[in-house]
Protein backbone atom coordinates (compact mmCIF):
# COMPACT_ATOMS: atom_id res chain seq x y z
CA UNK A 1 0.00 0.00 0.00
CA UNK A 2 3.14 2.68 0.41
CA UNK A 3 5.13 3.73 -2.35
CA UNK A 4 7.66 4.54 -0.23
CA UNK A 5 11.14 3.43 -2.08
CA UNK A 6 12.97 1.45 0.86
CA UNK A 7 16.63 3.46 1.05
CA UNK A 8 19.79 1.89 -0.24
CA UNK A 9 20.80 -0.62 2.43
CA UNK A 10 24.47 -1.22 2.95
CA UNK A 11 25.13 -5.12 2.43
CA UNK A 12 27.75 -5.72 5.03
CA UNK A 13 28.74 -3.81 7.98
CA UNK A 14 31.49 -3.37 11.54
CA UNK A 15 30.31 -4.53 14.65
CA UNK A 16 30.92 -5.57 17.97
CA UNK A 17 30.03 -8.57 20.12
CA UNK A 18 29.89 -8.90 23.83
CA UNK A 19 30.20 -12.19 25.69
CA UNK A 20 31.12 -12.74 29.06
CA UNK A 21 34.16 -14.43 30.01
CA UNK A 22 34.55 -17.38 32.87
CA UNK A 23 38.06 -17.56 33.30
CA UNK A 24 39.41 -20.35 34.97
CA UNK A 25 41.16 -19.85 38.68
CA UNK A 26 44.44 -19.48 36.88
CA UNK A 27 43.36 -17.11 33.91
CA UNK A 28 41.56 -14.98 36.33
CA UNK A 29 45.17 -14.68 38.48
CA UNK A 30 46.70 -13.76 34.89
CA UNK A 31 43.94 -11.68 33.96
CA UNK A 32 44.10 -9.61 36.85
CA UNK A 33 48.07 -9.53 36.73
CA UNK A 34 47.44 -7.97 33.60
CA UNK A 35 44.92 -5.52 34.50
CA UNK A 36 47.64 -4.00 36.90
CA UNK A 37 50.55 -4.45 34.35
CA UNK A 38 48.46 -2.76 31.40
CA UNK A 39 48.50 0.60 33.95
CA UNK A 40 51.79 0.09 34.80
CA UNK A 41 52.95 -0.11 31.15
CA UNK A 42 51.02 3.48 29.87
CA UNK A 43 52.33 5.00 33.39
CA UNK A 44 55.63 4.14 32.16
CA UNK A 45 55.08 4.88 28.82
CA UNK A 46 53.85 7.98 29.50
CA UNK A 47 56.69 9.34 31.94
CA UNK A 48 59.40 8.00 29.27
CA UNK A 49 57.43 10.65 26.49
CA UNK A 50 57.25 13.36 28.80
CA UNK A 51 60.83 13.22 30.05
CA UNK A 52 62.30 12.85 26.86
CA UNK A 53 60.53 15.69 25.70
CA UNK A 54 61.66 17.89 28.59
CA UNK A 55 65.34 16.93 28.49
CA UNK A 56 66.36 17.25 24.52
CA UNK A 57 62.90 17.84 23.03
CA UNK A 58 62.87 13.94 21.47
CA UNK A 59 59.43 12.54 20.68
CA UNK A 60 59.31 9.19 21.48
CA UNK A 61 57.36 7.27 19.01
CA UNK A 62 55.53 4.02 20.18
CA UNK A 63 58.32 1.53 18.11
CA UNK A 64 61.03 3.23 20.40
CA UNK A 65 59.06 2.71 23.29
CA UNK A 66 58.29 -0.79 22.09
CA UNK A 67 62.17 -1.50 22.07
CA UNK A 68 62.80 0.10 25.36
CA UNK A 69 60.11 -1.72 27.01
CA UNK A 70 61.36 -5.22 25.24
CA UNK A 71 64.46 -4.21 27.49
CA UNK A 72 62.66 -3.24 30.39
CA UNK A 73 61.22 -6.96 30.89
CA UNK A 74 64.34 -8.10 30.93
CA UNK A 75 65.64 -5.82 33.41
CA UNK A 76 65.73 -7.80 37.22
CA UNK A 77 63.67 -5.45 38.57
CA UNK A 78 60.36 -5.46 36.51
CA UNK A 79 61.24 -9.33 35.14
CA UNK A 80 57.43 -9.63 36.17
CA UNK A 81 56.53 -8.34 32.91
CA UNK A 82 57.98 -10.32 30.93
CA UNK A 83 55.70 -13.37 32.95
CA UNK A 84 52.70 -12.05 31.07
CA UNK A 85 51.84 -12.13 27.53
CA UNK A 86 53.09 -9.36 25.78
CA UNK A 87 50.53 -8.06 23.47
CA UNK A 88 48.06 -6.59 25.57
CA UNK A 89 51.19 -4.43 25.96
CA UNK A 90 51.67 -3.42 22.41
CA UNK A 91 48.18 -2.68 22.57
CA UNK A 92 48.74 0.00 25.15
CA UNK A 93 51.45 1.69 23.40
CA UNK A 94 49.40 2.04 20.38
CA UNK A 95 46.43 3.77 22.30
CA UNK A 96 48.95 5.73 23.87
CA UNK A 97 50.54 6.67 20.17
CA UNK A 98 47.10 7.42 19.05
CA UNK A 99 46.10 9.64 22.15
CA UNK A 100 49.28 11.96 21.86
CA UNK A 101 48.27 12.15 18.31
CA UNK A 102 44.64 13.53 19.24
CA UNK A 103 46.52 15.98 21.32
CA UNK A 104 48.81 16.86 18.91
CA UNK A 105 46.31 17.50 16.62
CA UNK A 106 44.25 19.90 19.24
CA UNK A 107 41.61 17.52 19.31
CA UNK A 108 42.26 16.24 22.92
CA UNK A 109 44.33 16.89 26.33
CA UNK A 110 47.47 15.63 27.44
CA UNK A 111 47.52 12.24 28.04
CA UNK A 112 46.77 11.57 31.86
CA UNK A 113 48.54 9.13 34.38
CA UNK A 114 46.48 6.08 35.06
CA UNK A 115 44.95 6.00 38.37
CA UNK A 116 44.48 2.68 40.06
CA UNK A 117 40.83 0.60 39.75
CA UNK A 118 40.37 2.32 36.72
CA UNK A 119 41.86 -0.21 34.36
CA UNK A 120 42.55 -0.09 30.88
CA UNK A 121 40.74 -2.63 28.45
CA UNK A 122 43.28 -5.92 27.80
CA UNK A 123 42.85 -6.18 23.93
CA UNK A 124 44.58 -8.83 21.58
CA UNK A 125 44.43 -8.71 17.92
CA UNK A 126 42.64 -11.70 16.24
CA UNK A 127 45.31 -13.30 13.98
CA UNK A 128 43.18 -13.85 10.49
CA UNK A 129 45.56 -16.35 9.44
CA UNK A 130 45.33 -18.65 12.73
CA UNK A 131 41.81 -20.11 14.10
CA UNK A 132 42.01 -18.59 17.23
CA UNK A 133 37.87 -18.54 18.04
CA UNK A 134 36.07 -21.84 18.06
CA UNK A 135 32.41 -19.88 17.28
CA UNK A 136 30.79 -22.70 17.88
CA UNK A 137 27.10 -24.07 16.69
CA UNK A 138 23.46 -22.86 18.11
CA UNK A 139 23.12 -25.65 20.68
CA UNK A 140 26.63 -24.74 22.16
CA UNK A 141 27.17 -23.23 25.17
CA UNK A 142 30.76 -21.13 24.90
CA UNK A 143 32.57 -19.88 22.19
CA UNK A 144 36.32 -20.77 23.19
CA UNK A 145 39.17 -17.98 21.56
CA UNK A 146 42.93 -19.17 22.33
CA UNK A 147 44.82 -15.79 23.56
CA UNK A 148 49.02 -16.27 23.98
CA UNK A 149 49.17 -16.43 27.57
CA UNK A 150 46.18 -17.24 28.87
CA UNK A 151 45.19 -20.40 26.92
CA UNK A 152 41.27 -20.96 25.91
CA UNK A 153 38.91 -18.89 27.44
CA UNK A 154 35.66 -19.64 27.41
CA UNK A 155 32.77 -17.08 26.59
CA UNK A 156 29.15 -17.23 27.12
CA UNK A 157 27.93 -17.58 23.76
CA UNK A 158 24.68 -15.33 23.74
CA UNK A 159 25.06 -15.24 19.03
CA UNK A 160 26.41 -16.44 16.56
CA UNK A 161 29.37 -14.35 15.76
CA UNK A 162 29.35 -14.17 11.67
CA UNK A 163 32.00 -11.87 9.18
CA UNK A 164 36.17 -11.53 10.11
CA UNK A 165 37.04 -11.56 13.54
CA UNK A 166 39.50 -8.88 14.42
CA UNK A 167 40.47 -8.16 18.04
CA UNK A 168 39.34 -8.98 21.41
CA UNK A 169 39.47 -6.65 24.25
CA UNK A 170 38.79 -8.26 27.92
CA UNK A 171 37.09 -5.80 30.66
CA UNK A 172 36.52 -6.11 34.10
CA UNK A 173 33.23 -4.28 35.43
CA UNK A 174 31.36 -5.20 38.62
CA UNK A 175 33.75 -7.85 39.49
CA UNK A 176 33.28 -9.93 36.21
CA UNK A 177 34.86 -10.47 33.10
CA UNK A 178 33.22 -9.60 29.34
CA UNK A 179 34.82 -9.14 26.10
CA UNK A 180 34.22 -7.06 23.22
CA UNK A 181 34.66 -8.34 19.77
CA UNK A 182 35.21 -6.32 16.68
CA UNK A 183 34.01 -7.83 13.12
CA UNK A 184 33.80 -6.30 10.43
CA UNK A 185 31.86 -8.05 6.75
CA UNK A 186 29.16 -9.08 9.01
CA UNK A 187 26.16 -9.28 6.54
CA UNK A 188 23.26 -7.36 7.39
CA UNK A 189 20.39 -8.99 8.98
CA UNK A 190 17.67 -8.80 6.48
CA UNK A 191 14.69 -7.03 7.12
CA UNK A 192 11.30 -8.00 5.79
CA UNK A 193 8.93 -5.10 4.65
CA UNK A 194 7.83 -2.61 6.96
CA UNK A 195 3.91 -3.13 7.98
CA UNK A 196 3.87 0.46 8.25
CA UNK A 197 4.99 3.67 5.94
CA UNK A 198 6.20 6.05 9.13
CA UNK A 199 5.97 5.69 12.63
CA UNK A 200 6.66 8.70 15.20
CA UNK A 201 8.12 8.50 18.33
CA UNK A 202 7.98 10.19 21.38
CA UNK A 203 11.04 9.14 23.99
CA UNK A 204 8.87 9.27 27.28
CA UNK A 205 9.16 9.84 30.63
CA UNK A 206 6.83 7.24 32.16
CA UNK A 207 6.86 5.22 29.12
CA UNK A 208 10.65 4.29 27.34
CA UNK A 209 8.87 5.14 24.01
CA UNK A 210 5.46 6.00 23.11
CA UNK A 211 4.98 5.37 19.03
CA UNK A 212 2.65 6.82 16.73
CA UNK A 213 0.92 3.26 15.75
CA UNK A 214 -0.16 2.90 19.61
CA UNK A 215 2.51 0.92 20.68
CA UNK A 216 3.98 1.79 24.21
CA UNK A 217 6.81 0.50 25.96
CA UNK A 218 6.98 0.60 29.85
CA UNK A 219 10.15 1.09 31.44
CA UNK A 220 11.24 -2.43 32.93
CA UNK A 221 9.58 -2.97 35.75
CA UNK A 222 11.93 -4.43 37.99
CA UNK A 223 13.69 -0.53 38.38
CA UNK A 224 11.70 0.79 41.35
CA UNK A 225 13.00 -1.86 43.86
CA UNK A 226 16.31 -1.70 42.31
CA UNK A 227 16.70 1.78 42.26
CA UNK A 228 15.76 1.75 46.10
CA UNK A 229 18.13 -0.72 46.91
CA UNK A 230 20.54 1.21 45.21
CA UNK A 231 19.73 4.45 47.56
CA UNK A 232 19.86 1.90 50.62
CA UNK A 233 23.50 0.35 49.70
CA UNK A 234 24.77 3.72 49.25
CA UNK A 235 23.25 5.70 52.38
CA UNK A 236 24.69 2.28 54.25
CA UNK A 237 28.48 2.97 52.30
CA UNK A 238 28.34 7.03 53.00
CA UNK A 239 27.11 5.59 57.09
CA UNK A 240 30.56 2.95 56.99
CA UNK A 241 32.64 5.69 55.36
CA UNK A 242 31.82 8.09 58.11
CA UNK A 243 32.79 5.30 61.19
CA UNK A 244 35.90 5.01 59.39
CA UNK A 245 36.62 8.78 59.47
CA UNK A 246 36.12 9.03 62.67
CA UNK A 247 38.03 5.74 64.03
CA UNK A 248 41.10 8.43 62.20
CA UNK A 249 40.22 11.31 64.66
CA UNK A 250 38.37 12.93 61.51
CA UNK A 251 35.15 15.02 61.54
CA UNK A 252 32.82 13.35 59.17
CA UNK A 253 30.76 16.63 59.09
CA UNK A 254 33.37 18.94 57.59
CA UNK A 255 35.55 18.22 54.25
CA UNK A 256 38.04 16.38 54.86
CA UNK A 257 42.02 17.62 54.42
CA UNK A 258 43.43 17.72 51.02
CA UNK A 259 45.57 14.01 50.50
CA UNK A 260 43.37 12.12 53.59
CA UNK A 261 42.82 8.64 52.91
CA UNK A 262 39.85 6.57 54.56
CA UNK A 263 41.14 3.11 55.27
CA UNK A 264 38.22 0.62 53.52
CA UNK A 265 37.29 -1.70 55.66
CA UNK A 266 36.29 -5.56 54.48
CA UNK A 267 32.55 -4.08 55.01
CA UNK A 268 32.99 -1.38 53.50
CA UNK A 269 34.76 -3.44 50.58
CA UNK A 270 31.30 -5.58 50.54
CA UNK A 271 29.15 -2.93 50.62
CA UNK A 272 31.27 -1.28 47.42
CA UNK A 273 30.73 -4.58 45.78
CA UNK A 274 27.20 -4.47 46.42
CA UNK A 275 26.37 -1.20 44.98
CA UNK A 276 28.38 -1.91 41.75
CA UNK A 277 26.67 -5.45 41.36
CA UNK A 278 23.16 -3.49 41.52
CA UNK A 279 24.92 -0.64 39.26
CA UNK A 280 25.50 -3.41 36.45
CA UNK A 281 22.44 -5.23 36.76
CA UNK A 282 19.91 -2.31 36.66
CA UNK A 283 22.12 -0.89 33.65
CA UNK A 284 21.87 -4.53 32.05
CA UNK A 285 18.13 -4.59 32.25
CA UNK A 286 17.46 -1.27 31.01
CA UNK A 287 19.97 -1.66 28.24
CA UNK A 288 18.16 -5.42 27.02
CA UNK A 289 14.64 -3.29 27.37
CA UNK A 290 15.76 -0.63 24.95
CA UNK A 291 17.30 -3.44 22.54
CA UNK A 292 13.75 -5.12 22.80
CA UNK A 293 12.38 -1.96 22.28
CA UNK A 294 14.33 -0.64 19.64
CA UNK A 295 14.73 -3.84 17.19
CA UNK A 296 10.97 -3.96 17.09
CA UNK A 297 11.05 -0.21 15.78
CA UNK A 298 13.00 -0.69 13.30
CA UNK A 299 11.17 -4.07 12.31
CA UNK A 300 7.84 -2.22 12.22
CA UNK A 301 8.39 0.62 9.83
CA UNK A 302 10.17 1.85 7.11
CA UNK A 303 10.29 6.19 8.05
CA UNK A 304 11.23 6.39 11.56
CA UNK A 305 10.58 10.47 12.84
CA UNK A 306 12.07 10.96 16.35
CA UNK A 307 12.53 14.49 18.20
CA UNK A 308 16.48 15.78 18.76
CA UNK A 309 16.08 16.15 21.64
CA UNK A 310 19.13 17.96 23.97
CA UNK A 311 19.48 15.12 26.14
CA UNK A 312 22.00 16.98 28.02
CA UNK A 313 20.31 20.35 28.84
CA UNK A 314 17.08 18.24 29.31
CA UNK A 315 18.48 16.55 31.95
CA UNK A 316 20.16 19.61 33.88
CA UNK A 317 17.65 21.85 33.09
CA UNK A 318 14.61 19.92 34.86
CA UNK A 319 14.79 20.73 37.91
CA UNK A 320 13.24 18.05 40.20
CA UNK A 321 15.51 15.11 40.90
CA UNK A 322 12.42 12.72 39.89
CA UNK A 323 12.38 13.98 36.29
CA UNK A 324 16.08 13.60 36.20
CA UNK A 325 15.90 10.24 37.59
CA UNK A 326 13.34 9.31 34.63
CA UNK A 327 14.83 11.11 31.59
CA UNK A 328 18.01 9.22 32.77
CA UNK A 329 16.50 5.74 33.05
CA UNK A 330 14.80 6.69 29.59
CA UNK A 331 17.84 6.85 28.14
CA UNK A 332 17.64 9.20 25.44
CA UNK A 333 20.68 9.24 24.15
CA UNK A 334 21.09 5.46 24.01
CA UNK A 335 17.77 5.33 22.34
CA UNK A 336 18.82 7.47 19.38
CA UNK A 337 22.24 5.68 19.49
CA UNK A 338 20.23 2.08 18.92
CA UNK A 339 17.60 3.58 16.50
CA UNK A 340 20.39 5.12 14.33
CA UNK A 341 22.67 2.32 13.87
CA UNK A 342 19.50 -0.34 13.46
CA UNK A 343 17.82 1.94 10.70
CA UNK A 344 20.91 2.15 8.77
CA UNK A 345 21.61 -1.87 8.85
CA UNK A 346 17.70 -2.32 7.79
CA UNK A 347 17.86 0.26 5.01
CA UNK A 348 15.25 2.60 7.20
CA UNK A 349 14.90 6.26 6.88
CA UNK A 350 15.71 7.91 10.07
CA UNK A 351 13.79 10.90 10.02
CA UNK A 352 15.19 13.60 12.99
CA UNK A 353 12.91 16.22 13.87
CA UNK A 354 14.13 19.50 14.68
CA UNK A 355 14.21 20.15 18.46
CA UNK A 356 12.47 23.56 18.34
CA UNK A 357 8.85 21.57 16.86
CA UNK A 358 6.36 21.92 19.19
CA UNK A 359 4.98 18.10 19.06
CA UNK A 360 3.41 18.16 22.21
CA UNK A 361 2.12 21.14 22.46
CA UNK A 362 0.67 20.86 18.62
CA UNK A 363 -2.93 19.49 18.60
CA UNK A 364 -2.66 16.23 16.15
CA UNK A 365 -6.31 16.74 15.12
CA UNK A 366 -6.90 20.11 14.87
CA UNK A 367 -3.23 21.59 14.04
CA UNK A 368 -3.77 24.22 16.76
CA UNK A 369 -0.97 24.71 19.10
CA UNK A 370 -1.84 25.11 22.72
CA UNK A 371 1.57 27.36 24.34
CA UNK A 372 -0.48 27.26 28.21
CA UNK A 373 0.43 23.26 28.13
CA UNK A 374 2.74 22.56 30.96
CA UNK A 375 5.17 19.94 31.54
CA UNK A 376 3.28 17.77 33.70
CA UNK A 377 -0.12 17.54 32.14
CA UNK A 378 0.18 14.19 30.80
CA UNK A 379 -3.70 14.48 29.37
CA UNK A 380 -5.48 17.28 27.68
CA UNK A 381 -7.67 18.95 25.93
CA UNK A 382 -7.58 20.39 22.78
CA UNK A 383 -8.91 24.26 23.87
CA UNK A 384 -9.68 24.61 19.60
CA UNK A 385 -11.80 21.74 18.63
CA UNK A 386 -12.11 20.06 22.05
CA UNK A 387 -10.26 16.77 21.39
CA UNK A 388 -8.93 14.47 24.49
CA UNK A 389 -5.31 13.73 24.28
CA UNK A 390 -2.39 11.81 25.57
CA UNK A 391 0.19 14.26 25.76
CA UNK A 392 3.07 11.60 24.57
CA UNK A 393 1.16 9.58 21.60
CA UNK A 394 -0.28 13.33 21.00
CA UNK A 395 3.77 14.19 20.14
CA UNK A 396 4.26 10.66 18.49
CA UNK A 397 1.34 11.31 15.86
CA UNK A 398 2.65 14.99 15.57
CA UNK A 399 6.29 13.81 14.87
CA UNK A 400 5.00 11.12 12.17
CA UNK A 401 3.51 13.82 10.06
CA UNK A 402 6.47 16.09 10.31
CA UNK A 403 9.19 13.51 9.65
CA UNK A 404 7.45 12.92 6.75
CA UNK A 405 7.09 16.26 5.60
CA UNK A 406 10.45 16.98 6.21
CA UNK A 407 11.60 14.06 4.10
CA UNK A 408 8.42 15.00 1.33
CA UNK A 409 10.57 18.78 1.76
CA UNK A 410 13.60 17.45 1.26
CA UNK A 411 17.10 18.24 3.04
CA UNK A 412 15.93 22.26 2.50
CA UNK A 413 13.15 21.55 4.49
CA UNK A 414 14.74 22.51 7.40
CA UNK A 415 14.59 25.72 6.67
CA UNK A 416 11.16 25.62 6.62
CA UNK A 417 10.55 25.02 10.26
CA UNK A 418 9.16 28.22 11.73
CA UNK A 419 9.60 27.45 15.27
CA UNK A 420 13.74 27.00 14.69
CA UNK A 421 13.60 30.65 13.17
CA UNK A 422 15.12 29.93 9.59
CA UNK A 423 18.42 27.95 9.69
CA UNK A 424 18.71 25.92 12.82
CA UNK A 425 20.02 27.19 15.84
CA UNK A 426 22.73 24.87 15.79
CA UNK A 427 23.73 26.02 12.11
CA UNK A 428 23.69 22.22 11.87
CA UNK A 429 21.76 20.21 9.28
CA UNK A 430 23.80 17.14 9.58
CA UNK A 431 21.04 15.06 10.29
CA UNK A 432 17.98 16.48 8.68
CA UNK A 433 20.73 16.49 5.20
CA UNK A 434 21.29 12.63 5.95
CA UNK A 435 17.57 11.83 5.44
CA UNK A 436 16.55 10.03 2.08
CA UNK A 437 13.63 12.18 0.15
CA UNK A 438 11.16 9.10 -0.52
CA UNK A 439 7.67 8.75 -2.43
CA UNK A 440 4.74 9.38 -0.28
CA UNK A 441 0.93 8.51 -0.81
CA UNK A 442 -1.23 10.53 -2.49
CA UNK A 443 -3.47 11.44 1.11
CA UNK A 444 -0.19 12.07 2.72
CA UNK A 445 0.86 14.79 0.79
CA UNK A 446 -2.50 16.90 0.98
CA UNK A 447 -2.94 16.12 4.64
CA UNK A 448 1.23 17.28 4.83
CA UNK A 449 0.54 20.89 2.68
CA UNK A 450 -2.55 21.72 5.40
CA UNK A 451 -0.04 21.22 7.95
CA UNK A 452 3.16 23.15 5.94
CA UNK A 453 0.30 26.23 5.68
CA UNK A 454 -0.32 26.09 9.18
CA UNK A 455 2.65 26.58 10.50
CA UNK A 456 4.50 28.47 8.09
CA UNK A 457 5.18 32.21 9.01
CA UNK A 458 3.72 34.47 6.18
CA UNK A 459 6.01 35.38 3.86
CA UNK A 460 7.31 31.75 3.73
CA UNK A 461 7.47 30.79 0.22
CA UNK A 462 6.50 27.23 0.61
CA UNK A 463 3.01 28.92 2.33
CA UNK A 464 -0.17 27.63 -0.31
CA UNK A 465 -2.70 30.53 -1.08
CA UNK A 466 -6.09 29.92 -0.41
CA UNK A 467 -5.02 27.97 3.06
CA UNK A 468 -5.87 30.82 5.86
CA UNK A 469 -3.52 29.29 8.66
CA UNK A 470 -2.87 33.05 11.08
CA UNK A 471 -3.40 30.41 13.90
CA UNK A 472 -0.65 28.35 13.63
CA UNK A 473 2.48 28.96 15.17
ZN1 LIG B 1 -7.41 20.61 18.27
Redesign the pocket.
Known sequence: MSEAAPAEAVSTIERAYRMRVYPTRSQARTLAQLAGATRFVWNWALDRRSTAYRVDGTKLNWVALSREFTVLRAAPDTAWLSDLPREPFNQVLRDQERAFAGFFAKRAQYPRFRRRGVPLGLRFTLDQRREQVERGHDHDRWVRVNLPGLGTLKLRRTEALAGRLRSITLRREAGAWYASITADGVPVPVAAPAARAAIGVDIGLKDLIVRSDGVHVPAPAAFRAQLGRLCRYQRHYVRQRDAAARRQGLDPAQPFPKGTRIEVSNRMHRTQQRVADLHARIAAVRLEALHRATTDLVRSTQVIAIEDLAVKAMARGMGRRGFRRSVANAAPGELRRQITYKARWTGRTLSVVDRWFPSSKT?S??G?VNKALQLQERRWT?P??G?EHDRDFNAAVNLEREGLRLLEAGPRAALHTPMSGGIDARGDLGAVAEAQVIALPQHRRSLNRELVAKRCAPNCPKRRSGTGGEDGA
Open positions: CSCACACT
